[in-house]
């Protein structure tokens, strides 16, 4: 009886530790959806995307580009994205991407945009001028 006690007892943490991984590896699968983290505005975190699946991977660009594109002050917090373009595998260097957005800033539209290479953000920068029917 004492041996069935003690044996109890050892096995309930450890049923509990088994049931907590399960559940955390469950919410936290590779196959999450990415998404951003935001604070105060801004993207401060990207989640699901340190090994995307390869669907995921276009989503995973656009969400470190637009990270840096805050960290850098190129979009503003709270900053509503009107438009974005986004190209993909040149054939020139593979694994690039560019990635271009619109927004409004007072009465002029401003164009930052990241250059990417595979998750990597290889440069951020705005560009000056892009038409408004864009």
């Known amino acids: ?5 003690v044996q109890s ?12 991984s399960v559940f955390v590896s469950a919410c936290f699968s590779p196959d ?4 951003s983290v935001m604070q105060d505005g801004r993207v401060v975190g990207i989640q699901s995307c340190s090994h995307p699946r390869e669907e995921h991977v276009p989503r995973c660009r ?3 580009c637009q990270k840096a594109l805050y960290d850098r002050k190129l979009l503003p917090p709270n900053t509503v994205i009107l438009k974005s373009s986004h190209s993909y ?6 694994g690039r991407s560019v990635h271009v957005y619109k927004y409004q800033d007072g009465r002029e539209y401003r164009y ?3 250059e990417m290479q595979g998750l990597n953000v290889v440069r951020a920068d705005e560009y000056s001028a892009k038409s408004q029917d864009w």
Request: net charge negative.
């Open 1 to 5: 009886m004492r041996y069935l006690g």
């Open 9 to 20: 007892r050892f096995h309930a943490p450890a049923l509990l530790a088994l049931v907590a």
């Open 32 to 35: 999450d959806e990415p998404a």
């Open 62 to 64: 656009d969400l470190f």
């Open 89 to 94: 595998n040149y054939s020139d260097s593979p």
């Open 112 to 114: 930052p945009m990241c």
